[in-house]
């Protein structure tokens, strides 16, 4: 299924501040991303989930369609929250076959190297301290182009490679005589 | 027309003040640089979501510190979140409060929490009614301007136009 080049980004903002997810919305939007925001990691797991329970219940044709449409780029998430924290949701999203590759960034409020540290190594790949500026999201495009190009690369490839492979065997041995 | 432009100057000045004397920090030039045609109202919306958040948060912290059995974690968890969205809309002073308040929450400092909620309590109302003068006089008419002009004049100062009222003004222009 290919991705058109030219559509928009869809990014997930998860923050239990009202104040603090206007205003990543409004970053995001700046930066032409489309956004949907929520206030916790349970609606977030809900949403990004709910793309793979709908596939279970659509024929493949309809589940293709919506798949494209709630697809998620990219997740932002804060790190201290009520229940599950950003820290949880990102162990999820890294433990779960479909939803591993998806770039997640962490934001806090507390500047604490350890904490940043494990964000990273779990593999966020940014960690911003609040409040959030223009220049830390102008930093997320890159990681959603390398993103987008992985994944039309990895459709092609898979496609070619089992050609190779069914003309290559035959081939081999000729070729060295 | 001088004294629509002492009058703008006025503004201008008053918001510098708000920055000079550490009510607001950068963070709240970003919400404004936020701000375009698109969105002509984010800072007072946000703004306003600052001020109901602050005000549920200062009942939660004035009901925990009367409690017998004082929960310093919630205590701690209520002035965090205070922390966090002073920070995010740039009240500096109040975001500084917050800071010894947390301190005082770790060592389980009664007397010290009850000073900073007294602190944070001032701080809020000071940069509550400086902002709300701020975005009535953004937005409003030439003939309010002058009113809520000579109001900040006679908080913090008479200046040359020697306004002391809406009549003198009035009959002025």
Do not use: W
């Not at chain 2, 701690?76 to 500084?96: E, M, N, P, Y």
């Not at chain 2, 917050?98 to 909620?117: A, D, M, P, T």
């Amino acid at each position: 299924m290919a991705i058109a080049a030219d559509s928009q980004f869809h990014v997930l903002a998860v923050d239990d501040s009202r104040i603090d997810r206007m205003l990543i919305e409004r970053l995001l939007k700046t930066s032409s991303f489309h956004v949907t925001a929520v206030d916790s990691a349970t609606k977030a797991l809900k949403i990004l989930g709910l793309v793979e329970d709908d596939l279970r219940n659509f024929d493949t044709s309809v589940a293709s369609k919506f798949h494209q449409d709630v697809e998620v780029n990219m997740i932002i998430t804060d790190y201290c929250m009520p229940g599950m924290t950003g820290y949880d949701l990102l162990r999820k999203i890294k433990e779960s076959k479909s939803l591993k590759d998806i770039p997640v960034v962490i934001m806090s409020s507390e500047n604490v190297p350890s904490r940043i540290n494990r964000c990273l190594e779990e593999g966020a790949e940014e960690f911003f301290l609040k409040p959030v500026q223009q220049s830390d999201v102008n930093k997320l495009k890159p990681h959603l182009l390398k993103s987008r190009v992985k994944e039309e690369q990895e459709q092609p490839i898979n496609n070619k490679r089992k050609g190779m492979e069914e003309s290559y065997s035959p081939n081999k041995n000729r070729q060295k005589m | 027309m001088d004294v629509m432009v002492q009058l703008q100057r006025q503004l201008f000045d008053y918001t510098a003040s708000l920055f000079h004397e550490g009510f607001l920090d950068e963070q709240f030039n970003q919400l404004q640089q936020l701000q375009d045609e698109s969105n002509p109202d984010f800072v007072v919306e946000v703004v306003t979501l600052f001020f109901e958040d602050a005000e549920r948060l200062l009942n939660e912290l004035t009901n925990a510190l009367s409690q017998e059995n004082i929960d310093f974690r919630r205590l701690d968890a209520h002035v965090h979140q205070l922390k966090g969205s002073s920070s995010s809309i740039g009240a500096q002073r109040i975001h500084t409060v917050c800071i010894s308040f947390r301190n005082s929450c770790e060592e389980q400092n009664v007397e010290g929490c009850l000073k900073s909620l007294q602190q944070v309590k001032h701080e809020y109302s000071t940069v509550k009614s400086k902002l709300e003068t701020l975005f009535k006089v953004r937005r409003s008419g030439p003939f309010l301007v002058r009113v809520l002009i000579c109001n900040i004049e006679m908080t913090y100062g008479e200046t040359d136009f020697g306004c002391r009222g809406v009549s003198v003004l009035g009959s002025v222009i």
